[in-house]
């Protein structure tokens, strides 16, 4: 992290990281300079390799490669026999890792990276579990974004060559004889234009943040530093900045200040638009909102739905979330509440509404466990706490939840690593994956942050801190688990980040929230905000245009032109009507809706035994009641029959 002055010699009170080590962070650098320095190098920088652990008992494998050549579009499915050769029970994890071929000075890679996993059942001694890992073969592709290879294309892409499959107990499987392995060969590079998901073209978004590290390109900020590679790790290695390098232009410190929307700003960009949306003087209440529960997004109802709906009502919604969405009586939509995580409903609003919900592990100890089954039952029992809300008796329990948090460990030193769960990506978005499927399963829909490049808490919300990433370093890094929480986890809520993507505040990012979240990734729901106490460079104006929706503040004082007098341009109004459809669709497929519409949209579930015995005691009940019944009927005839006897 760098403080930067401006060329008065006086701070301009701008601070910037730079992701200099670019891909090479964690495992990857050290097994990658242990395979390249060779000799005791690696022996005297590491203790425990990425995915070292113990166990009370012993394991023996077989492994079995079942993929016999590696094609564009396949998978490589490997079969591995776990044997419990110990005298106790205990559980295995059986770790693939992938090493593509490197040329030097093409595109940067790892010696190994993680490619897929899978932890056993508990297996009882002398008995054995089987487990199959499959990963997609794209899965290997690097992101090329400079052409480094020279073959006229960029993007995700495979270089021809030899690819190493491992499977092993850690990172350090190229060095371990223990490992199985498997050679493939690909005759042919392979490039990936689209993506595998929604087969959306991918391309380049970040060139700016790119050409922060290219001295040859023709950007205010190109060549500020370089790239760490693989070819020279002794003299690419970070360096901090000197007093020269650390000296802002005007011109730079420009870049880094907001500026308002205008239609003269507007015109001319990706969001722009001369046609007036329709709107409603006052909310009207045709459609009740209990009607689009289960309606698709792009649905035509939804316009119908979204045309009844005030300016005011509008406006209101965007800049109020602070742990919440406000009402809207007149179309049925309730407040659903919303508590901060990432370790459960921990925290609410000045309204104190958690109470009495369960604490969970943080997840850097739920990725330590790498068993994703335990992953999901905790986002479930997470989802159960906000079907029931807590001590409080907070009405609709809780709908929403500021987790799980899926930023990288950048280093042992980030803000927030007990709130994230990995130094790899694959790990983190595994893990979050499970649980954003256990908490959605119970309509708890999941804020997942803090996109992106949030891995420091100092100085990060005084002026947006500035960070910077060559393109292949935030794809294959830090967007990963996120991409995978998308469209693997399908998450329909996503909290964006207080730091700035090079100088463009996250929360306000065109390229991040809609280029490559809603359009490359086909998300689907609502963006919030990080905290907002009135950060000027945090504008909602900007936050709506960009592909952000929700403004996580009590009252924004500066937001005049979303919540003031009512001036709104056509630009405006689209991305007020944007916005608000993005969070009144992921509400309406919450458990905030529970038992508004017809039937019950989401219910509890509990313990078989539970069930079981609720079971046999309403069936007790029934049978003496039926007994009961009967019993009565019996002695009332009686004592007739006996009073007819008396007559007679």
Same mark, same amino acid.
């Given at each position: 992290?760098?403080?930067?002055? !401006?060329?008065?010699?006086?701070? $301009?009170?701008?601070?910037?990281?730079?992701?200099?080590?670019?891909?090479?962070?964690?495992?990857?650098?050290?097994?990658?300079?242990?395979?390249?320095?060779?000799?005791?190098?690696?022996?005297?920088?590491?203790?425990?390799?990425?995915?070292?652990?113990?166990?009370?008992?012993?394991?023996?494998?077989?492994?079995?490669?079942?993929?016999?050549?590696?094609?564009?579009?396949?998978?490589?499915?490997?079969?591995?026999?776990?044997?419990?050769?110990?005298?106790?029970?205990?559980?295995?994890?059986?770790?693939?890792?992938?090493?593509?071929?490197?040329?030097?000075?093409?595109?940067?890679?790892?010696?190994?990276?993680?490619?897929?996993?899978?932890?056993?059942?508990?297996?009882?001694?002398?008995?054995?579990?089987?487990?199959?890992?499959?990963?997609?073969?794209?899965?290997?592709?690097?992101?090329?974004?400079?052409?480094?290879?020279?073959?006229?294309?960029?993007?995700?892409?495979?270089?021809?060559?030899?690819?190493?499959?491992?499977?092993?107990?850690?990172?350090?499987?190229?060095?371990?004889?223990?490992?199985?392995?498997?050679?493939?060969?690909?005759?042919?590079?392979?490039?990936?234009?689209?993506?595998?998901?929604?087969?959306?073209?991918?391309? !380049?978004?970040?060139?700016?943040?790119?050409?922060?590290?290219?001295?040859?390109?023709?950007?205010?900020?190109?060549?500020?530093?370089?790239?760490?590679?693989?070819?020279?790790?002794?003299?690419?290695?970070?360096?901090?900045?000197?007093?020269?390098?650390?000296?802002?232009?005007?011109?730079?410190?420009?870049?880094?200040?907001?500026?308002?929307?205008?239609?003269?700003?507007?015109?001319?960009?990706?969001?722009?638009?001369?046609?007036?949306p329709q709107q409603a003087e006052e909310t009207?209440?045709?459609?009740?909102?209990?009607?689009?529960?289960?309606?698709?997004?792009?649905?035509?109802?939804?316009?119908?739905?979204?045309?009844?709906?005030?300016?005011?009502?509008?406006?209101?919604?965007?800049?109020?979330?602070?742990?919440?969405?406000?009402?809207?009586?007149?179309?049925?939509?309730?407040?659903?509440?919303?508590?901060?995580?990432?370790?459960?409903?921990?925290?609410?609003?000045?309204?104190?509404?958690?109470?009495?919900?369960?604490?969970?592990?943080?997840?850097?100890?739920?990725?330590?466990?790498?068993n994703k089954e335990l992953a999901r039952e905790?986002?479930?029992?997470?989802?159960?706490?906000?079907?029931?809300?807590?001590?409080?008796?907070?009405?609709?329990?809780?709908?929403?939840?500021?987790?799980?948090?899926?930023?990288?460990?950048?280093?042992?030193?980030?803000?927030? !690593?007990?709130?994230?769960?990995?130094?790899?990506?694959?790990?983190?978005?595994?893990?979050?994956?499970?649980?954003?499927?256990?908490?959605?399963?119970?309509?708890?829909?999941?804020?997942?942050?803090?996109?992106?490049?949030?891995?420091?808490?100092? !100085?990060?919300?005084?002026?947006?801190?500035?960070?910077?990433?060559?393109?292949?370093?935030?794809?294959?890094?830090?967007?990963?688990?996120?991409?995978?929480?998308?469209?693997?986890?399908?998450?329909?809520?996503?909290?964006?980040?207080?730091?700035?993507?090079?100088?463009?505040?996250?929360?306000?990012?065109?390229?991040?929230?809609?280029?490559?979240?809603?359009?490359?990734?086909?998300?689907?729901?609502?963006?919030?905000?990080?905290?907002?106490?009135?950060?000027?460079?945090?504008?909602?104006?900007?936050?709506?245009? $960009?592909?952000?929706?929700?403004?996580?503040?009590?009252?924004?004082?500066?937001?005049?032109?979303?919540?003031?007098?009512?001036?709104?341009?056509?630009?405006?109004?689209?991305?007020?009507?944007?916005?608000?459809?993005?969070?009144?669709?992921?509400?309406?497929?919450?458990?905030?809706?529970?038992?508004?519409?017809?039937?019950?949209?989401?219910?509890?579930?509990?313990?078989?035994?539970?069930?079981?015995?609720?079971?046999?005691?309403?069936?007790?009940?029934?049978?003496?009641?039926?007994?009961?019944?009967?019993?009565?009927?019996?002695?009332?005839?009686?004592?007739?029959?006996?009073?007819?006897?008396?007559?007679?």
């Open positions: 992290t760098s403080r930067y002055v !401006n060329e008065a010699g006086s701070s $301009a009170g701008i601070n910037y990281v730079e992701y200099d080590e670019g891909i090479y962070i964690g495992y990857r650098y050290y097994e990658t300079r242990g395979f390249e320095e060779g000799g005791t190098w690696y022996d005297e920088n590491v203790v425990y390799p990425f995915g070292y652990g113990l166990s009370y008992t012993t394991f023996e494998w077989d492994v079995k490669f079942r993929t016999k050549t590696l094609t564009e579009d396949g998978d490589v499915v490997v079969d591995v026999t776990v044997t419990n050769t110990g005298d106790v029970a205990g559980k295995d994890v059986v770790q693939l890792y992938y090493s593509a071929p490197y040329t030097e000075g093409e595109i940067e890679k790892s010696q190994v990276v993680l490619g897929g996993y899978e932890k056993t059942d508990l297996i009882q001694p002398g008995m054995s579990d089987t487990v199959t890992i499959t990963m997609s073969v794209r899965t290997m592709a690097s992101y090329d974004y400079n052409d480094a290879n020279a073959n006229g294309t960029e993007g995700y892409e495979l270089d021809d060559g030899e690819y190493t499959i491992y499977v092993g107990k850690n990172s350090h499987v190229w060095a371990d004889e223990d490992a199985a392995s498997k050679v493939y060969t690909l005759d042919d590079e392979v490039y990936y234009e689209t993506d595998e998901v929604t087969g959306t073209k991918v391309e !380049n978004q970040f060139d700016y943040m790119s050409d922060y590290f290219d001295e040859n390109a023709e950007s205010t900020f190109a060549g500020h530093s370089k790239v760490m590679s693989r070819a020279d790790f002794e003299g690419t290695f970070p360096q901090p900045p000197t007093t020269e390098e650390a000296t802002l232009t005007t011109e730079e410190v420009d870049a880094c200040t907001y500026k308002t929307a205008t239609p003269e700003y507007d015109e001319g960009q990706p969001w722009y638009t001369d046609e007036m009207q209440s045709k459609i009740s909102a209990t009607r689009m529960v289960g309606v698709p997004f792009d649905d035509p109802r939804w316009d119908t739905f979204m045309n009844q709906l005030s300016l005011e009502d509008m406006r209101d919604l965007i800049v109020s979330g602070y742990f919440w969405t406000i009402e809207i009586p007149e179309i049925d939509l309730p407040q659903s509440i919303t508590p901060d995580g990432p370790t459960g409903f921990v925290q609410g609003s000045g309204s104190n509404w958690v109470g009495n919900t369960c604490f969970y592990a943080s997840p850097i100890v739920m990725a330590s466990t790498w905790m986002g479930e029992c997470v989802g159960e706490e906000g079907i029931w809300g807590g001590e409080q008796g907070v009405q609709g329990g809780y709908n929403g939840w500021y987790a799980p948090g899926n930023n990288i460990h950048r280093s042992p030193f980030s803000g927030r !690593n007990w709130e994230y769960y990995s130094e790899d990506p694959y790990l983190s978005g595994a893990m979050g994956t499970q649980v954003v499927i256990g908490a959605q399963s119970k309509g708890v829909y999941t804020y997942v942050k803090h996109f992106a490049l949030n891995d420091q808490e100092t !100085n990060r919300d005084t002026n947006g801190l500035v960070t910077w990433a060559d393109e292949q370093t935030f794809r294959e890094i830090y967007l990963k688990p996120f991409q995978m929480i998308v469209e693997e986890g399908g998450t329909n809520a996503i909290m964006s980040s207080f730091n700035r993507i090079g100088t463009t505040w996250a929360g306000g990012s065109f390229a991040l929230l809609t280029e490559v979240l809603r359009m490359e990734w086909g998300f689907e729901g609502m963006v919030i905000s990080d905290y907002n106490l009135s950060i000027p460079y945090m504008h909602p104006d900007q936050m709506i245009r $960009a592909g952000g929706d929700l403004n996580l503040s009590q009252d924004y004082k500066p937001s005049a032109s979303v919540s003031g007098d009512g001036k709104t341009d056509e630009v405006q109004l689209a991305a007020l009507k944007l916005a608000t459809k993005n969070i009144l669709y992921t509400v309406a497929n919450s458990n905030a809706m529970n038992g508004m519409g017809e039937g019950v949209v989401w219910v509890t579930t509990m313990a078989k035994w539970k069930v079981a015995l609720i079971c046999v005691n309403v069936g007790l009940v029934v049978l003496a009641a039926v007994w009961g019944f009967f019993d009565i009927r019996r002695k009332l005839k009686k004592v007739k029959a006996q009073n007819q006897n008396e007559n007679a």
